[in-house]
C-alpha cells in the first residue's frame, strides 16, 4: 500500500483530484468554531481533527459554513467512484448542517453514527457530553455485493494528549471505517490532522490520499505514514497554492 500527503488547502487541493479516483471519504472537518451563536463563532477559532486553526490555517473561517462544506463535500463526491461511502465526524450541533451539505453535494445521506466516550466531559449543572457522532453518506447505492457487516455504534475512550492531538481518533474505530473501502483501494482524508485516517487505511490494506494544511500536524501525520511503511511505498505531494 502507499500514500500521498497533500500539504495545502482542501478546496484547492480537491481541484486537483482526478474524477473517480477515490473509493471512500473520512474525515472530521473544522467546525467553524464550533459555537452555539454566530456571535460565538465568530469570537473562537475553529476545532477538529486537524487542530486549532487561526486565520493562516484555517482562512474560511468567516465565512458560511454550509456553503463551504458543500463545496467541499461536492469536491470529494465528484473524485469519488461509484459507492462510494463519505463518514464526518462531529459533535451534536454541527449534525444538521453536515447532513444538509452532503445532500446539496449529491450524496445520499444514510445516518448517523455515535461514538460513546466512556470518560466523558462532565458539565456543572448538566448531562455529560459523552458523545460524538459520525454522519455518513452513500454516492449512488451502497455496494450490496460485499460481504461487509460494521456495528452501528462505537463505544471506545479517545486518545489521551500524549497521543499527539486531543481530538485524535481511536485507531479501533477508524480501522473499522476504513473497511468500507473495498481493499486496495483510496481513503480521502481532507482534513488529515495527525494522520489516524490514513495509519488505519494503511493497516487495512488500503491507499491512503490526505490533504493537511497546518505545517505541524502535517509533520506529524508524515512521520506516523511513513512508520507504516517502506521507503519505496511512499510519495509527498505538494505544497499546493
Partial sequence: M????????????L?????????????????????????????KLATSSS????????????RDHLAWLTELLAGAHRASTEHSVAMLFSGLRQKPDIIEALRMAGWTWQGTIPWIKPAGQSRKGGF?????????GVKGSLDTSRDLYLPGHFTVTQ????????????????RQLVQVCPAGGTVL????????????????GRRFLGI???PHYADVAEQRLRAEL???DFVVAGPEA
Fill in 159 to 174: 486518545p489521551g494528549k500524549e497521543q499527539g492531538h486531543t481530538t485524535q481518533k481511536p485507531l479501533e474505530i477508524m
Fill in 128 to 136: 455529560e457530553q459523552s458523545a460524538d457522532f459520525i454522519t455518513w
Fill in 15 to 43: 481541484k486537483t483530484l482526478p474524477d473517480e479516483s477515490v473509493n471512500a471519504v473520512i474525515t472530521d472537518p473544522p467546525y467553524s468554531s464550533d459555537g452555539r451563536t454566530s456571535r460565538d463563532a465568530c469570537g
Fill in 2 to 13: 502507499s500514500y500521498q500527503l497533500h500539504r495545502g488547502d482542501a478546496l484547492t487541493v
Fill in 230 to 232: 517502506t521507503q519505496d
Fill in 212 to 214: 493537511e494544511l497546518n
Fill in 51 to 62: 487542530g486549532v486553526h487561526d486565520r493562516k490555517t484555517f482562512p474560511d473561517e468567516n
Fill in 189 to 204: 482524508d481532507p482534513f488529515t490532522g495527525t494522520g489516524s485516517t490514513g495509519v488505519a487505511a494503511l493497516r487495512e
